[in-house]
């Protein structure tokens, strides 16, 4: 059974920074692709980064290129979002998942996803 955990979510002011972390353990990870994803009350689930298993592959939403990085450290099965100039409308929890895959190109659809972690909320105040 694979289990992710989210950890590094809060509240911060405009304009201010957070770095999401999401441990994965219960099986091997060798190919496999970590998405982070987020839902702001009301909306749908969204397409945030994801990353592969050899570190590339990385999309972003348009909403956050410029200001989040994903990175991975494989040694750990650990994904990392770092989160800058974070804005009232990054509000949202956020969840990491992962999609165990040979093919390297990381999908953008949550549906594609084979498990998800239980979601760290992040808020952001103006």
């Known amino acids: 059974q694979v289990q992710l955990v989210e950890s590094g979510g809060g509240l911060v002011q405009a304009g201010g920074s957070l770095r999401l972390s999401c441990a994965a353990s219960g099986r091997t990870f060798s190919t496999y692709i970590m998405g982070w994803f987020r839902q702001a009350p009301g909306k749908e689930r969204e397409f945030v980064a994801a990353?592969?298993?050899?570190?590339?592959?990385?999309p972003y939403a348009d909403s956050v290129k410029g200001r989040f990085t994903i990175s991975r450290d494989n040694a750990k099965n650990t994904v990392y979002l770092q989160m800058n100039n974070l804005k009232p409308e990054d509000t949202a929890v956020y969840y990491c998942a992962v999609k165990f895959t040979t093919w390297p190109a990381p999908p953008l659809q949550a549906t594609r996803y084979d498990y998800w972690g239980q979601g760290t909320q992040v808020t952001v105040s103006s």
């Open positions: 990353i592969n298993w050899r570190g590339g592959g990385t």
